[in-house]
Every structure is written in C-alpha cells, then in structure tokens.
C-alpha cells in the first residue's frame, strides 16, 4: 500500500480529533482486556496514552513525525505473545468499526500492522 493511501485513511476517519475518540474507546478496551492489562502494569497514564495515540496514528499512516524508541526497543523488556499482539490488534479493530470506519478499511489498518509483529513479538 503506498503512502497515499495511508494518508487517506488518516483523512478518511476525521483527522486527529477524531483518532482521539479512537484512543478512547481502544485504551478502555485494552486496559480492560485481563490478558493484556499486565503488559501495562508500572507504565504511567501519559505513557500508556501516548501508545494509543502513536499506536493509532501509526495504523492510520499520519504523517506525524515519530521520534520515540524503534518497535523493538520500545517492547522488547514485555515478552509479548503472539496471542496479545493479535488481541491489541483485534481491539483497534472493534474500536475503528465502533468509530464508524467500514470493515474494507479496517482490514487494511491491520494489515498495515502486521509487519510490525516480528519486531514487537519476542515471547
Ligand atoms: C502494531 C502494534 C503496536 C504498535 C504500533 C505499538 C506502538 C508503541 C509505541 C510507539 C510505543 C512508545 C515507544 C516510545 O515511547 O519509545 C509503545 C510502547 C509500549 N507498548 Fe506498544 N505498540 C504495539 C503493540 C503493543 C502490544 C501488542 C503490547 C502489549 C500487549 C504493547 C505494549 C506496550 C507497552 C507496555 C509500552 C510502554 C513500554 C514502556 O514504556 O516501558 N504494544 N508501543
């Protein structure tokens, strides 16, 4: 998928105040969520609310710049399961269908994850 297209989704879902809302919903599904709660442990609010939006932004191709720590660096200390990369992503997914986006383009924002699975999975 090329850039473009990434953009579009960004545009196509409201832009940031409405990735926002996304955040919302997906941060009570994950801390909500007993297999993945744990993984958050110790981490602070502003952090964990930083994920989502990044998490987020980065499923939607915004053109943000990202100056954080590279996807294994920022998650290999968690032990990451296969199992809770695919329930994060299937959260995102009910958030995004929750949100109004259509299940042509969900599919593609997790498919736009997927690649970033063998730099954050490490257990
Ligand atoms: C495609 C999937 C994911 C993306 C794009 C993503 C993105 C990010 C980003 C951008 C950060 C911040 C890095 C930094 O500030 O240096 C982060 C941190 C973190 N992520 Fe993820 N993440 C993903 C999947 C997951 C999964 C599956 C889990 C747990 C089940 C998880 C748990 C965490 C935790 C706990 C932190 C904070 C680590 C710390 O500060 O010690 N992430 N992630």
Do not use: N, W
């Amino acid at each position: 998928m090329t850039d473009t297209t990434q953009q579009s989704l960004f545009g196509q879902l409201g832009g940031e105040d409405a990735v926002a809302a996304v955040v919302d919903i997906f941060y009570d599904k994950v801390l909500g969520d007993p297999d993945l709660k744990p993984y958050f442990a110790g981490v602070d609010l502003d952090r964990l609310k930083q994920h989502q939006r990044r998490f987020i932004g980065q499923a939607l191709g915004s053109t943000r710049p990202y100056s954080g720590r590279s996807m294994r660096k920022a998650h290999e200390h968690l032990a990451i399961t296969d199992a809770a990369f695919g329930r994060v992503v299937e959260h995102l997914a009910a958030s995004l269908g929750e949100a109004g986006v259509d299940e042509e383009t969900i599919g593609i924002v997790a498919e736009t994850l997927l690649p970033l699975k063998q730099d954050i999975v490490t257990a």
